[in-house]
C-alpha cells in the first residue's frame, strides 16, 4: 500500500514497522460540544483506511483514538454549564460514541481520555523528561517548550525558521496558523480549573502534550507507525506533538503523516467556531441515511476538499441505492451454470479495486470499479448469462469491497431496523390491503403516504405488497 506522508510531502510505500502489527495514533474529538459531519469526514476517511490496512494489506492493527476532555474549550463550556468537567464531557463522549456506530466506524483498540490518571502521569513523564534534556523553562508555575532548543521544529508544516518570534510565547491552546511561538506544556492552577499534582506542579496538560504522552504511552516505543487527523492540525497540534515527542526520546515519533482536507458548505469549511455546521444526527434527523452520509465523506479523495449541500447527499443516496438494489438482485438468482466470462470479469474488478485502494486510498475510483462491475453484471442478468455460481462470486466480491468501504453493510443494517417498528408497518400494510378490498382507495392511499412520509415505501406487485425503506 501507498500513502501520502505529509511529512515529507509525497506517497510512500507503507509496511509496519515490525512488518506485521499497524501502531496508529489518530486524533479524536475535543469533547466540548457534539461533533460535526466535517469532523466525521475525517472519521470516516481514517476508518476506511484501517479497514484497508486490515482487509486488503492484512495487517493486524493497534488503533489509538483520543478525546481531549480537559483544554480551554472543555473547561469554558463545563464552567458555562455549571457542570463538573468530567460529568460534562461524558456526555459528548457519549454522543461520538452514538455517531460512530450509527456511521459504521469500526470500534479502535484504545479509546483514552486525557484526564485519565495513567495519562497525566505520562504528561508529567515527558514534560520532565523534557526538561532533563534542557527543551522547558517555567515561568509564573507554568511549564513552556522552547523551540528554539529543537533546529528541526516545523518540519511537518514546513515553516520558515525566520518567522518564528524567539522568546515569545502562548499559553492559549490554539493560536493563528504559522504563527510559531514556545508553547505551554503545564498550565499553572488557575481559580476555577482542574488541578493535578503529579510531579511539575499543581496545573493542568496543555493541549498538545496530551496527544504526545498517550500516544507513546500506548503505543511505544517510538517511532509509531502512522498518526492521522484532519488537515486543520496540521499545525500547530502535530508540529508540537512532533516536538515534545521527539525531544523527549531523541527518536522520530511517526513515519507517516496523514491528513484529512475539510468538508466544505457552501464554499466555507465547517466549523464550530463559525457555527455553520452540521451534526450526524442532524442529518438523520431529517430523514437521510448515515450510509448515504457515510458514501458522500468518502466519494471525493480525502486530500480534496469536499463540498456538502443537500444535492449531493440525495446523489450518494442514489449511489448506495443502486449498489444494494444490484446485491439485492444478485441474491435473489437462482439455478444456472457458471459462466468462466463472469469469474474472469469479477476477478479483474477485485484486482482494481485493490490497485486502487493501494494507491494512497484512491476511494473514488475503487467505488467507479464497483459501478461498472455493477453495470456489466445487470446487463448478463438482463439477457440471462449469470447462473447462481456466478451470483456467489458477484456477492463474495461486494462483500470484500465493501468490508473496505462499509456502505452496504451499514445500509443493510439500517434496513434491519426500519424507522417504523415491523410490526406496525405490516399491520398497516394489511389494513391498507383491507381498504382496496373494500374499494376504499382514498383510505389505502392515506396509509401509503402516511408510511412514505415515515421512511417507508411500499411496492405493489403480483405477488403482493414489499416495504423498504425510503
Given at each position: 500500500?501507498r500513502?501520502?506522508?505529509?511529512?515529507?510531502r509525497?506517497?510512500?510505500?507503507?509496511?509496519?514497522?515490525?512488518?506485521?502489527?499497524?501502531?496508529?495514533?489518530?486524533?479524536?474529538?475535543?469533547?466540548?460540544?457534539?461533533?460535526h459531519?466535517?469532523?466525521?469526514r475525517t472519521f470516516?476517511?481514517?476508518?476506511?483506511?484501517?479497514?484497508?490496512?486490515?482487509?486488503?494489506?492484512?495487517?493486524?492493527?493497534?488503533h489509538?483514538?483520543?478525546?481531549?476532555d480537559v483544554?480551554?474549550k472543555?473547561?469554558?463550556?463545563?464552567q458555562?454549564?455549571?457542570v463538573?468537567?468530567?460529568?460534562?464531557t461524558?456526555?459528548?463522549?457519549?454522543?461520538?460514541?452514538?455517531?460512530?456506530?450509527?456511521m459504521?466506524?469500526?470500534?479502535?483498540?484504545?479509546?483514552?481520555?486525557?484526564?485519565?490518571?495513567?495519562?497525566?502521569?505520562?504528561?508529567?513523564?515527558?514534560?520532565?523528561?523534557?526538561?532533563?534534556?534542557?527543551?522547558?523553562?517555567?515561568?509564573?508555575?507554568?511549564?513552556?517548550?522552547?523551540?528554539?532548543?529543537?533546529?528541526?521544529?516545523?518540519?511537518?508544516?514546513?515553516?520558515?525558521?525566520?518567522?518564528?518570534q524567539?522568546?515569545?510565547?502562548?499559553d492559549?491552546?490554539?493560536?493563528?496558523?504559522?504563527?510559531?511561538?514556545?508553547?505551554?506544556?503545564?498550565?499553572?492552577?488557575?481559580?476555577?480549573?482542574?488541578?493535578?499534582?503529579?510531579?511539575?506542579?499543581?496545573g493542568?496538560?496543555?493541549?498538545?502534550?496530551?496527544c504526545?504522552a498517550?500516544?507513546?504511552?500506548?503505543?511505544?516505543p517510538?517511532?509509531?507507525?502512522?498518526?492521522?487527523?484532519?488537515?486543520?492540525?496540521?499545525?500547530?497540534?502535530?508540529?508540537?506533538?512532533?516536538?515534545?515527542?521527539?525531544?523527549?526520546t531523541?527518536?522520530?515519533?511517526?513515519r507517516?503523516?496523514?491528513?484529512?482536507?475539510?468538508?466544505?458548505?457552501?464554499?466555507?469549511?465547517?466549523?464550530?467556531s463559525?457555527?455553520?455546521?452540521?451534526?450526524?444526527?442532524?442529518?438523520?434527523?431529517?430523514?437521510h441515511?448515515?450510509?448515504?452520509?457515510r458514501y458522500l465523506?468518502?466519494?471525493?479523495?480525502?486530500?480534496?476538499?469536499?463540498?456538502?449541500?443537500?444535492?449531493?447527499?440525495?446523489?450518494?443516496?442514489?449511489?448506495v441505492t443502486r449498489l444494494?438494489?444490484?446485491?439485492?438482485?444478485?441474491?435473489?438468482?437462482?439455478?444456472?451454470?457458471?459462466?468462466?466470462?463472469?469469474?474472469?470479469?469479477?476477478a479483474?474488478?477485485?484486482?482494481?479495486?485493490?490497485?486502487?485502494?493501494?494507491?494512497?486510498?484512491?476511494?473514488?475510483?475503487a467505488?467507479?470499479?464497483?459501478?461498472?462491475?455493477?453495470?456489466?453484471?445487470?446487463?448478463?442478468?438482463?439477457?440471462?448469462?449469470?447462473?447462481?455460481?456466478d451470483?456467489a462470486?458477484?456477492?463474495?466480491?461486494?462483500?470484500?469491497?465493501?468490508?473496505?468501504?462499509?456502505?452496504?453493510?451499514?445500509?443493510?443494517?439500517?434496513?434491519?431496523?426500519?424507522?417504523?417498528?415491523?410490526?406496525?408497518?405490516?399491520?398497516?400494510?394489511?389494513?391498507?390491503?383491507?381498504?382496496r378490498?373494500?374499494?376504499?382507495?382514498?383510505?389505502?392511499?392515506?396509509i401509503?403516504?402516511?408510511?412514505e412520509?415515515r421512511?417507508?415505501?411500499?411496492?405493489?406487485?403480483?405477488?403482493?405488497?414489499?416495504?423498504?425503506?425510503?
Amino acid at each position: 500500500m501507498r500513502l501520502y506522508n505529509t511529512l515529507t510531502r509525497r506517497e510512500e510505500e507503507f509496511v509496519p514497522a515490525d512488518g506485521r502489527t499497524v501502531r496508529m495514533y489518530t486524533c479524536g474529538l475535543t469533547v466540548y460540544a457534539r461533533g460535526h459531519i466535517g469532523n466525521f469526514r475525517t472519521f470516516v476517511s481514517l476508518d476506511v483506511l484501517r479497514r484497508a490496512l486490515r482487509y486488503e494489506a492484512g495487517y493486524a492493527m493497534r488503533h489509538v483514538m483520543n478525546f481531549t476532555d480537559v483544554d480551554d474549550k472543555t473547561i469554558h463550556a463545563s464552567q458555562q454549564a455549571g457542570v463538573a468537567l468530567r460529568e460534562y464531557t461524558d456526555r459528548f463522549v457519549a454522543a461520538y460514541l452514538e455517531d460512530a456506530a450509527a456511521m459504521g466506524l469500526e470500534p479502535v483498540e484504545e479509546n483514552p481520555r486525557a484526564t485519565d490518571e495513567a495519562n497525566l502521569r505520562a504528561m508529567v513523564d515527558m514534560v520532565n523528561a523534557l526538561g532533563q534534556r534542557g527543551h522547558t523553562y517555567t515561568s509564573e508555575g507554568s511549564v513552556y517548550f522552547r523551540i528554539s532548543t529543537l533546529p528541526e521544529y516545523g518540519k511537518l508544516a514546513r515553516l520558515d525558521h525566520e518567522g518564528i518570534q524567539p522568546g515569545a510565547r502562548l499559553d492559549a491552546d490554539t493560536y493563528t496558523k504559522h504563527d510559531a511561538r514556545d508553547f505551554v506544556l503545564w498550565k499553572a492552577t488557575k481559580p476555577g480549573e482542574p488541578t493535578w499534582d503529579y510531579g511539575c506542579g499543581p496545573g493542568r496538560p496543555g493541549w498538545h502534550i496530551e496527544c504526545s504522552a498517550m500516544a507513546l504511552r500506548l503505543l511505544g516505543p517510538a517511532p509509531i507507525d502512522i498518526h492521522g487527523g484532519g488537515i486543520d492540525l496540521v499545525f500547530p497540534h502535530h508540529e508540537n506533538e512532533i516536538a515534545q515527542s521527539e525531544g523527549a526520546t531523541g527518536v522520530q515519533f511517526s513515519r507517516f503523516w496523514v491528513h484529512v482536507e475539510f468538508l466544505n458548505l457552501d464554499n466555507e469549511k465547517m466549523s464550530k467556531s463559525l457555527g455553520n455546521v452540521f451534526t450526524v444526527r442532524d442529518i438523520l434527523d431529517k430523514g437521510h441515511r448515515a450510509s448515504a452520509l457515510r458514501y458522500l465523506l468518502i466519494s471525493v479523495h480525502y486530500r480534496k476538499q469536499l463540498t456538502f449541500n443537500w444535492d449531493v447527499l440525495a446523489q450518494a443516496e442514489a449511489a448506495v441505492t443502486r449498489l444494494a438494489d444490484f446485491v439485492t438482485r444478485a441474491e435473489a438468482v437462482r439455478g444456472g451454470e457458471a459462466h468462466e466470462a463472469v469469474s474472469s470479469r469479477v476477478a479483474a474488478a477485485r484486482r482494481a479495486f485493490s490497485e486502487a485502494i493501494g494507491s494512497d486510498l484512491n476511494v473514488p475510483a475503487a467505488q467507479g470499479v464497483m459501478f461498472e462491475l455493477v453495470r456489466e453484471m445487470n446487463a448478463a442478468m438482463d439477457q440471462g448469462r449469470l447462473g447462481e455460481p456466478d451470483a456467489a462470486v458477484i456477492l463474495a466480491a461486494f462483500a470484500a469491497f465493501d468490508r473496505v468501504l462499509g456502505v452496504l453493510a451499514l445500509r443493510r443494517a439500517e434496513d434491519a431496523a426500519p424507522p417504523v417498528p415491523e410490526a406496525e408497518i405490516e399491520s398497516l400494510i394489511e389494513a391498507r390491503r383491507d381498504a382496496r378490498r373494500s374499494r376504499d382507495f382514498a383510505a389505502a392511499d392515506r396509509i401509503r403516504a402516511e408510511l412514505e412520509a415515515r421512511g417507508i415505501i411500499l411496492e405493489d406487485s403480483a405477488a403482493g405488497t414489499r416495504w423498504k425503506r425510503k
